[in-house]
Structure formats: structure tokens, C-alpha cells
């Protein structure tokens, strides 16, 4: 290779590398090294033309490689003049203190969890003390004690979550056999209320979930009749949906209640004009309650003829749904924060 040919390279390599590091942006580090490897680097196009010396006599190549250093120390202060730009782009990043801080990400209470604290001060103020039982739950405990037929359609395997099916150890399929596990360590009066989940196969959809959640209540003493109960339960919807909702009990059954009610409040989301919420009903179904069956009294110990009580059931999602205006169920347990965070 000829003299004049390496100057010309020199000159073109020169070029075309002040041109490329040019049109590299600010604070685009990965390309600004990208074009130090491949003119600085050790196979780069610097190096390459120092190898090219090899081809020429001394005096030429003392000439050349001037010309290369030049042409090197050039490119590694544009190197360093590019990449410090960056660094004090940086650096005045980090003390612009005029700039507003990242807010921390916050947390915030459940709907379920904010429903549930409600309920339990209503109830806490009207002298109820809050228990808690077990959501896995013998057979005994979700079914028997609370006389419920071996025959009954809720016990099916289509119907409840059985661990041991042999065994008969099951995901209680409601809050229920608490009020059996109270009965057994406590002797009357007692005013209790408890809370937590319940496990159903059912298919999830707008209004079914296999896992919901329940608050449960009881009281139990000497006199107590069905004013009390609807006493304490009108109060009680009152408290939590204002006093100008009106409250409906319904004849029921349920086999641990003896009469059973089913209680209805009128619809909060049309006011009672009907809604497809209330099924055009202009009345919301709220909780199950009834008078403690006597067989209930009888399996934990009890004496009916001495002391009376009565019981009440009902899904704090439906009550969350009615209280928030939230649509869906499935809503709870998307784990959406943004659904979350608008009820605190
Ligand atoms: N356990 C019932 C259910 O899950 C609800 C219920 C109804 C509870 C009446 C009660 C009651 O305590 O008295 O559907």
C-alpha cells in the first residue's frame, strides 16, 4: 500500500467518524459505545490502519503514524466530550431539586375490609363481641349441628369444596357452624357476631364467586323473641344504608332457623323504581335470619325450653356491591388497584 492511499483512509476514516458521532443523540450511551468499539476499539478501524503501517517504509511510516495518533486522540476527545455531556446531563438530574418528587405508592382498604370494619362497629356498639372459627370445617360443624339433612342439596360434591371426602373435611360453605363452635364453649347470653370466608363450586360469573365472604350473628338468651331480631337487624341496615331505606322480612326457610326471614332493603341504586340490580323489584335481598331451631339448642347443649335466640347470615360482597355501586363481584378479587383504591 502507497503513502498517499493510508492518508486518504486516514482522512476518510477521520470523517466519517465525526460524522456518525454527530448524529449520535444526547445521553444515548449504548450507541455512543458502540461507535467507540468500532473506531477505538481493539479491532477498530484506528487499529486497522496502524496494522497497514506494516506496509509501508520507515520514513513513510513514521509520517502515517503521526497522522494515525492525531487522527486517534481526536476521536477519544470527541469520545469523552459526547460521554461527559451525558454525565452532566446527569448530574444536573440529580440536583434539580425543583423538580416534584415520585409520590411513594400507597396503599389502600379493601372494599371487603372497609364493608367488614363497618358492619363490626354497628354491631360492636349494640354490645355484639366479634369471634372467628375455622374455614376448614368437619361435616359436623357445616352440616349436622346445624340440622342439616344428609339429603340436602347443599352437601352434594357439585355443591361444596371436600378436601377428605372419606373423612368428611370440607371448605365451610358458610360462616354458620361458628355459631355451633360457640355454643359449645359458652353457656347463654351471648351476643356474638363473626366474619370471614366461605368456599361454594360456583362458577364464576357477575354475582358468583367460589370464594365470598360472610358475616354471621347471634344472639341467645332467656326471652329473646322475633322483635328482637328485627329490631336489631332493621337498626342494623339502617346504620349502614341510611334511615330512609325500608326494610322487608319475607318468610323463609332454612333448616337452622325456626321461623326463618329472608330480610330485603329497598334498592339504593334506583330507589326503588326498579333497576335491573333489584330485578325490578325495588327491593334488594340482604341476609337470611330466623329463631334458632330448637334441634340447633339441643345438639350444643342447650335447653329450648329455657333459653331462646336468634341468627342471622349474610355476603358482605353483596352488601359491598349495594353500598359501592360496584357491577361486578369479580371486581373483589381482580387485585386491581385502581377498582380498589376508590372506596377509601
Ligand atoms: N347460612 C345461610 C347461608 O349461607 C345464611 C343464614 C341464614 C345464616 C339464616 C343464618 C340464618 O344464621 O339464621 O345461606
Redesign the pocket.
Known amino acids: 500500500m502507497k503513502l498517499e492511499e493510508i492518508k486518504k483512509k486516514i482522512k476518510e476514516v477521520g470523517e466519517k467518524a465525526v460524522k456518525e458521532i454527530s448524529t449520535i443523540s444526547e445521553g444515548d450511551t449504548e450507541k455512543l459505545e458502540r461507535w467507540k468499539v468500532k473506531y477505538l476499539g481493539r479491532k477498530g478501524a484506528v487499529n486497522d490502519l496502524f496494522t497497514s503501517l506494516s506496509l509501508l517504509s520507515s520514513e513513510e511510516r513514521k509520517e502515517a503514524g503521526i497522522q494515525i495518533n492525531a487522527l486517534k486522540n481526536k476521536l477519544i476527545s470527541a469520545y469523552e466530550e459526547n460521554k461527559s455531556k451525558i454525565e452532566s446531563k446527569r448530574e444536573e438530574k440529580k440536583v434539580n431539586l425543583s423538580f416534584p418528587g415520585k409520590p411513594p405508592e400507597t396503599g389502600a382498604f379493601h372494599p371487603i375490609t372497609l364493608i367488614s370494619r363497618e358492619i363490626t362497629t354497628i354491631f360492636i356498639k349494640m354490645g355484639f363481641g366479634v369471634v372467628t372459627g375455622p374455614e376448614i370445617e368437619t361435616d359436623y360443624y357445616n352440616f349436622g349441628a346445624?340440622n342439616i339433612p344428609d339429603e340436602h342439596p347443599s352437601k352434594d360434591v357439585w355443591d361444596t369444596f371436600y378436601i377428605a371426602e372419606k373423612e368428611k373435611i370440607l371448605l365451610r360453605?358458610?360462616?354458620?357452624p361458628v355459631?355451633v363452635r360457640i355454643m359449645e364453649k359458652v353457656s347463654p347470653p351471648l351476643r356474638i357476631i363473626t366474619i370471614g370466608k366461605?368456599f361454594r363450586r360456583d362458577d364464576i360469573d357477575a354475582t358468583h364467586s367460589p370464594v365470598f365472604h360472610?358475616i354471621?350473628?347471634?344472639m341467645v338468651d332467656r326471652g329473646i323473641n322475633f322483635s328482637h331480631l328485627k329490631g336489631i337487624l332493621t337498626h342494623f341496615i339502617m346504620e349502614m344504608f341510611g334511615n330512609t331505606v325500608k326494610v322487608k322480612f319475607t318468610p323463609?326457610f332454612?333448616p337452622?332457623?325456626e321461623p326463618?326471614a329472608e330480610v330485603s332493603m329497598s334498592c339504593n341504586i334506583c330507589k326503588g323504581i326498579g333497576c335491573s340490580t333489584c330485578h325490578n323489584t325495588g327491593y334488594i335481598e340482604v341476609?337470611?335470619?330466623?329463631m334458632?331451631h330448637p334441634q340447633v339448642f339441643r345438639n350444643v347443649g342447650y335447653n329450648p325450653d329455657e333459653f331462646t335466640g336468634?341468627?342471622?347470615?349474610?355476603?358482605i360482597e353483596r352488601l359491598a356491591i349495594i353500598k359501592f355501586g360496584i357491577t361486578d363481584i369479580r371486581y373483589f378479587f381482580q387485585n386491581d388497584t385502581r377498582v380498589i383504591k376508590q372506596f377509601n
Open positions: 346445624l360453605t358458610h360462616t354458620s355459631q366461605c360472610q354471621e350473628g347471634l323463609s332454612f337452622f332457623t326463618s341476609l337470611g335470619c330466623g334458632v336468634f341468627a342471622f347470615g349474610m355476603g
